[in-house]
């Protein structure tokens, strides 16, 4: 498949996954959660959906499978870009305030969004090891 394909579909899913996890951390944190596991809830919500869609349609082809191996390298990838997200918005909110987490929530997922797509394209879907 063709990198313009891959980022097309990688784009459009994951501007559902971006609604779903901003959808989910801003609810639970309007409803008086703190930002840090309101924003790993919303990275939940979003990442169920995408693995899945991402795997099946993204990413699809003969050297790329949804498998045991390919689930634990999005596990890892997962976890270290949850980590870097619920940083900073823990930072943001702490400096400037909820509502500018809020804001900063889509620019912060866009620059982990392009570092995912190049793992998932080369590392998380492949076949081999």
């Not at 394909?5 to 959660?33: C, F, K």
């Not at 795997?55 to 270290?80: H, P, S």
């Amino acid at each position: 498949m063709t990198l313009a394909r891959h980022a097309r579909h990688y784009t459009l899913i994951g501007g559902v996954q971006w609604l779903v996890d901003w959808g989910v951390m801003v609810g639970l944190s309007h409803l008086g959660m703190a930002v840090e596991p309101a924003n790993i809830f919303g990275r939940i919500a979003g990442a169920l959906l995408g693995y899945w869609l991402n795997g099946r349609f993204t990413f699809a082809g003969d050297d790329t499978e949804v498998g045991r191996t390919q689930l634990q390298r999005f596990l890892m990838m997962w976890l270290c870009t949850t980590a870097v997200s619920t940083w900073a918005m823990g930072s943001i909110d702490d400096w400037f305030g909820l509502k500018w987490a809020w804001l900063a929530k889509p620019g912060v997922e866009f620059l982990l969004g392009v570092i995912g797509f190049v793992l998932s394209r080369h590392w998380v879907y492949q076949k081999k090891p």
